[in-house]
């Protein structure tokens, strides 16, 4: 546990509703059930009322996985920045896509409200593999990020009126990198490709971003484990990391991966950090602007690797002619996790912008302009 933190122990008398109610005495670690409480009131803000209600079931019958309880009591890192409360969720949502067991599959398809009893029984009966699932990092991939990330780009674009090479850090499947070919509405403002299987359309407040094309002449990403969108068990953890009450996000993220399919990203297997510096080293081609880009990806870097990239980030910077220019743009939370932040920052310049606050997933943008 970090220094400084310490483990306190909550006495509950909690009901696990399975055929006949039973009240049970157990000692439930504080700080391991308390993320989960914590993350339901964020997911309800951020309108999955069914995420919430499953995570604060999961508060209350945690006993019943005395390894998973360990796991998040004992979890080494800060449990918010670490998604420790999504990687729960989504190990419950990929027992429920594979129907098991019965009572939580049943709840999953809204055939029951019984939320205490079904997620006992889960907990009960697969803590071993909620335990193993949440040991890997978090997959989301969200598509939903690219109209922030695409409407950054179109701010950069009128600034150097130059195509883009993309440079992303913490790729996963490497959708996002794919941006170019997906069909957006940004506050009416139509971008991209219209065309495309893909449309994204977030709920847009704010001015209306000025028109420019979107347009990428090379793309390139690196995640420590790249992920095959065409390998079943990529697609399957994928999915369990969308929120089941949102079914237009999976519907999208579907369609994202088979374009992936015809139009392969390229992903390095490597960490963020050296990656980056390797990159940023390379020569630039003139007339082309460098984009460093990277949505969600931070909090997960160690504090030493985060001073890596922004030194490379900042160094590439100060190379930066108007020929050759670098943008770094970011999608990522505050230091007190309250608020979602798309910033931008242009070189030569060194100008810093926040362009937007949106939704975690990009559901919303209110648009700064």
Request: proline share 7%; charged share 20%.
């Amino acid at each position: 546990m970090p220094p400084g933190r310490t483990l306190s122990y909550l006495h509950v008398s909690a009901p696990f509703r399975g055929g006949k109610e039973n009240r049970m005495n157990m000692m439930v670690p504080n700080a391991a059930a308390g993320e989960l409480h914590r993350q339901a009131r964020v997911a309800r803000r951020l309108g999955s009322p069914f995420v919430a209600s499953v995570l604060e079931a999961g508060h209350r019958q945690l006993f019943l996985a005395p390894r998973t309880s360990a796991l998040i009591a004992g979890w080494p890192r800060d449990p918010s920045a670490s998604a420790l409360a999504m990687r729960f969720n989504a190990a419950l949502h990929a027992l429920a896509r594979r129907g098991e067991p019965a009572a939580l599959r049943a709840l999953y398809a809204r055939e029951h409200d019984d939320y205490d009893g079904a997620i006992g029984a889960a907990l009960a009966a697969s803590d071993d593999f909620i335990a193993h699932w949440m040991q890997d990092t978090p997959q989301t991939n969200e598509v939903g990020r690219a109209a922030a990330i695409g409407a950054a780009l179109m701010v950069v674009r009128r600034k150097f009126d130059l195509p883009f090479e993309l440079l992303e850090l913490g790729s996963s499947c490497g959708l996002n990198l794919n941006l170019a070919r997906y069909g957006y509405d940004l506050g009416g403002v139509l971008a991209g490709d219209m065309e495309s299987p893909v449309h994204v359309v977030p709920l847009w407040t704010g001015p209306a971003p000025f028109p420019a094309p979107i347009e990428v002449a090379a793309a390139r990403g690196v995640d420590l484990n790249p992920l095959d969108a065409g390998d079943a068990a990529t697609r399957e953890r994928l999915l369990s990391y969308v929120w089941a009450d949102q079914p237009g996000r999976a519907r999208r993220l579907e369609r994202a991966l088979d374009l992936a399919l015809c139009h392969p990203p390229r992903i390095d297997r490597q960490d963020a950090a050296s990656w980056l510096v390797e990159r940023l080293a390379e020569p630039q081609d003139s007339g082309r602007c460098r984009v460093v880009f990277h949505s969600m990806v931070l909090q997960y870097l160690s504090g030493e690797d985060r001073g890596t990239v922004l030194r490379a980030i900042h160094g590439a910077g100060a190379r930066a002619t108007a020929e050759r220019p670098l943008a770094w743009i970011g999608f990522e939370w505050t230091p007190t996790r309250s608020e979602v932040h798309l910033t931008l920052t242009c070189w030569p310049s060194g100008e810093t912008r926040r362009l937007a606050t949106c939704h975690a997933y990009g559901n919303w943008i209110d648009w700064l302009g």
